[in-house]
């Protein structure tokens, strides 16, 4: 697995936007409306790390408690895995819990991810490193 992105909590994702933008982060993303997680998401990037902004839209947003109780802050550690289930098992036999089964996420094109939590490590979300083979056709043509 190697490191996507690091997700960063935020209230207000166009201020957010403006405020990354002014110590040096680009925007590499349009804003994503995430229907599933009730999230608008948007990846900035500055020398060769990206971060990934998210804000609840709703109030039962997967994020809205997590707001609530840590305010602005990063909170998780995206990892890419081209071996996706194989990695969720070691993970889980490795003390990680899913916090739900993987689900296509629109800001990646699709491609599944998984969070997971440990106690000691916090939540970590594990990327899909691979197109499904009908996102793939669909690209091919």
Not at 2 to 25: C, R
Not at 36 to 59: H, N, S, W
Not at 76 to 96: M, P, R, T, W
Request: charged share 25%; aromatic share 10%; glycine share 6%.
């Amino acid at each position: 697995m190697k490191i996507n992105h690091i997700g960063y909590l935020t209230s207000d994702l166009q201020k957010a936007v403006q405020e990354f933008q002014k110590i040096g982060y680009r925007q590499i993303s349009e804003i994503t409306h995430d229907e599933l997680r009730l999230t608008d998401i948007c990846f900035m990037q500055m020398d060769g790390y990206t971060i990934e902004l998210v804000a609840p839209y709703d109030k039962n947003s997967v994020v809205a408690g997590l707001l609530k109780r840590y305010k602005n802050t990063p909170y998780h550690i995206c990892y890419e895995s081209v071996q996706f289930h194989k990695d969720l098992k070691d993970l889980e036999a490795n003390g990680y819990t899913r916090m739900g089964d993987p689900a296509p996420a629109p800001a990646f094109d699709g491609r599944n991810v998984c969070f997971l939590m440990n106690v000691k490590a916090g939540m970590i979300e594990v990327l899909d490193g691979k197109l499904s083979e009908n996102r793939a056709r669909t690209r091919d043509d």
